[in-house]
């Protein structure tokens, strides 16, 4: 296997793409480990450092009907009639090796130096893991389990749930390089208790959505060359590039039910922060599907006087105007509750892009980290005002609000959050309706480098989407 990087930062660098030669799938059998200890399908690759040395974490999705030693699990033994004796079961599933399939994670010890393979992990039976995201910090990994079929004969006729996992970056190198090096192809890396999470579906409230993926789409683009048979399996596999954004979908099977649910959760979250911290911060955004959320809150039940609200953009227009997103707030919701004057902060966008920054940006200087960002998303992959092509602020020297000068829509002169703000939240949740915003959608899962995929905060964003957005092959895929 052969790894590309560039450098993403003076102290950071990524994985560009990820090439893997054809392996022999026919190996001797005293070669083969029930756990597979190879890696046979690349299905992204990821950069981590621990202390100062440089690690590769590969993913891998077993490609297991090419497997002969899987093949033969299932196959029906010959039998030979002995004259004066049982029945004898030769061959077949009676004498098959048995292997566990499911992807792993591999680990590679200084990649672009010295490079050293110290082993994979367990396969999860059934689930390719792909889709690899690293925390901001460097300390969390982060992997879709893509659901597939287990190798267990009575388990074997329904397919796994997509789901995600997460392991500990130090403790997965630390499991790695405890291991003997006689026994790196002979076992899996052990990880100690703690050091990995499933997050099932069902641990997201209701049940109403999927848990589908953290990080990018399960359709990441590949290429495959050679003969692929059944002794042996030609992989070669250039990795997409993916983002350092973790996200979680949320899909629910129409708009109203997401809008009435996205309420539920926002009081949820707004009365814990009330009864923990005294007050909740939030920052709005423009758009219709926000625009049904805000019409659902006014029958919350909540301290309103405890609420601090903010918006993440606006138009340059008079204060009145009907496209302004603070009118259209106050419209269908902040005009019908308690919450103080002074704590509804709107953007002063009617004294132009480059003063109303500068007021806005002193507004926010007290403003800490915010409790909830609402955003949503542009069918051109832009968010607040962030736009393809124009500054989007995310850099770590970025201004907290950024003049925006010709838009792509009208208003041309717009205000906006920038980047690195809208990630300095304890959550981040775009919501996000419409066939209109589909390839938007598929775009941002596929990695693409949108407006969207600009916002990071440590712990990840998530989307609420609906089906008639969502919908294409991903689903279960």
């Not at 690349?42 to 009907?65: C, M, P, Q, T, W």
């Not at 006689?182 to 076992?187: E, F, G, H, L, Y």
């Not at 208790?193 to 109403?208: D, N, P, Y």
């Not at 993440?312 to 302004?324: F, S």
Request: proline fraction near 5%.
């Amino acid at each position: 296997m052969s790894l590309s990087k560039r450098q993403r930062s003076l102290t950071q660098d990524k994985i560009i793409n990820a090439k893997m030669t054809a392996i022999d799938m026919s190996q001797p059998n005293s070669a083969v480990c029930i756990d597979r200890l190879d890696i046979q399908w690349v299905r992204s690759a990821v950069l981590v450092k621990v202390g100062d040395v440089e690690y590769a974490i590969v993913s891998d999705d077993n490609y297991h009907f090419l497997d002969p030693y899987r093949k033969a699990m299932y196959e029906a033994p010959g039998f030979v009639f002995t004259p004066s004796g049982p029945t004898i079961a030769v061959g077949g599933s009676d004498r098959a090796r048995k292997v566990a399939v499911g992807g792993k994670l591999g680990i590679i010890k200084d990649p672009f130096g010295a490079a050293q393979y110290l082993g994979v992990t367990l396969p999860p039976d059934g689930s390719g893991i792909i889709n690899l995201g690293v925390s901001k910090d460097g300390k969390v990994l982060v992997g879709q389990l893509n659901g597939g079929f287990s190798a267990n004969l009575f388990d074997s006729m329904q397919s796994k749930l997509n789901q995600s996992h997460t392991w500990r970056v130090d403790a997965l190198i630390a499991a790695a390089l405890d291991m003997q090096e006689a026994d790196r192809m002979r076992k899996h890396t052990s990880l100690p208790g703690g050091a990995e999470q499933l997050i099932h579906e069902t641990a997201v409230s209701h049940g109403e959505y999927e848990t589908d993926a953290i990080s990018s789409s399960s359709n990441a683009p590949r290429e495959y060359a050679g003969s692929q048979d059944h002794s042996r399996s030609t992989i070669g596999v250039i990795a997409d590039v993916l983002p350092r954004q973790l996200r979680i979908w949320h899909v629910y099977p129409q708009a109203a039910l997401l809008c009435q649910r996205a309420a539920e959760a926002i009081a949820r979250l707004a009365n814990q922060a009330i009864a923990a911290c005294g007050s909740f911060s939030i920052v709005l955004a423009g758009g219709a599907t926000p625009g049904a959320v805000y019409a659902e809150l006014r029958r919350i039940n909540t301290d309103w006087t405890a609420w601090q609200v903010y918006f993440g953009d606006e138009r340059c227009l008079p204060p009145d105007h009907a496209e302004r997103n603070s009118r259209m707030a106050f419209a269908v919701w902040l005009a019908h509750v308690c919450i103080p004057a002074s704590q509804i902060h709107t953007i002063p966008a009617e004294f132009g892009p480059q003063e109303g920054a500068r007021r806005y940006a002193a507004t926010l200087e007290g403003a800490g980290r915010f409790d909830l960002v609402l955003l949503g998303l542009g069918e051109d992959g832009h968010t607040a005002s962030l736009f393809p092509g124009k500054e989007w602020g995310q850099e770590a020297t970025s201004p907290s609000v950024i003049a925006v000068f010709g838009a792509p829509k009208a208003p041309v002169e717009r205000i906006s959050m920038s980047a690195l703000r809208l990630s300095n939240a304890q959550r981040v949740w775009f919501m996000v309706t419409g066939t209109s915003k589909r390839r938007a959608v598929e775009a941002w899962r596929r990695g693409a480098n949108i407006p969207a995929a600009a916002i990071v905060p440590p712990d990840g964003i998530e989307v609420f989407t609906d089906e008639s957005c969502y919908e294409d092959g991903n689903r279960g895929a």
